[in-house]
């Protein structure tokens, strides 16, 4: 079974500090990772993908297939990153994808 | 513009009284799932559908069924709906079933069941 753990239900910084938003997956084959954001009234959208090695938004992640954790960091926190975080995994080809729980990142002036 | 539009975004209803939720996407895409989203239980699959005709159980099916009949709706249906489905429902689709492709949510259905 596939599992993806996000043990901060909420992350509170204030603007220009660091930020990093833990997720540990469980997995037994090769994952795919991904962070999908909510902005309030909004819906959900992809903000990144771990197979792009891309930064969005000044975010980046990094698998770490070690320690099965897939951090989304972020060196200088903006107010308009206020939102709900979602780590999810899925698995290669036909896969259903798995939510982590949420992370809502509050970002204080 | 490429979307995912839901219908109704509230509703208010009674326990027992039948009600459907639609979704639909103008994307051509083969994936469509439902999700319910409960403050500290996260995003949870109800039902997916890997093309027409094709669904199948998420991980909290009990209470709702889905159909399939077109490649761009993908219905949610509460038969009897009780309190415990109150919560707020998004329905997702993707180009393919592969779980790597990028997943496009709709607005969401804010349902509160009396």
């Known amino acids: 079974a596939q599992r993806v753990t996000q043990p901060e239900k909420l992350l509170s910084v204030f603007k220009g500090a660091p930020v990093e938003l833990k997720c540990n997956y469980s997995y037994s084959g090769s994952p795919e990772l991904f962070w999908y954001v909510q902005y309030s009234r909004q819906r959900l959208q992809l903000l990144l993908r771990h197979i792009s090695r891309e930064s969005i938004k000044g975010f980046t992640a990094d698998l770490n297939k070690g320690e099965t954790s897939f951090h989304l960091k972020k060196p200088f926190a903006q107010e308009e990153d206020s939102a709900m975080y979602y780590c999810?995994?899925?698995?290669?080809?036909?896969?259903?994808?798995?939510f982590g729980k949420g992370t809502m990142l509050l970002v204080s002036p | 513009e490429a979307q995912v539009t839901q219908n109704p975004r509230y509703l208010i209803t009674v326990t027992g009284k039948k009600l459907t939720v639609t979704c639909s996407q103008n994307?051509?895409?083969?994936?469509m799932s439902w999700y319910r989203q409960d403050p500290g239980l996260g995003l949870r699959q109800i039902y997916y559908?890997?093309?027409?005709?094709?669904?199948d159980k998420g991980d909290v099916p009990e209470g709702y069924k889905v159909s399939r009949k077109e490649k761009r709706n993908f219905p949610l249906i509460l038969e009897s709906p009780s309190p415990n489905q109150t919560s707020l429902y998004f329905c997702a689709s993707s180009l393919s079933p592969r779980g790597a492709d990028t997943q496009y949510f709709g607005p969401g259905t804010r349902l509160t069941v009396l």
């Open positions: 999810a995994l899925s698995g290669r080809g036909y896969s259903t994808l798995t």
């Open positions: 559908s890997m093309n027409v005709e094709v669904t």
């Open positions: 994307m051509n895409h083969e994936y």
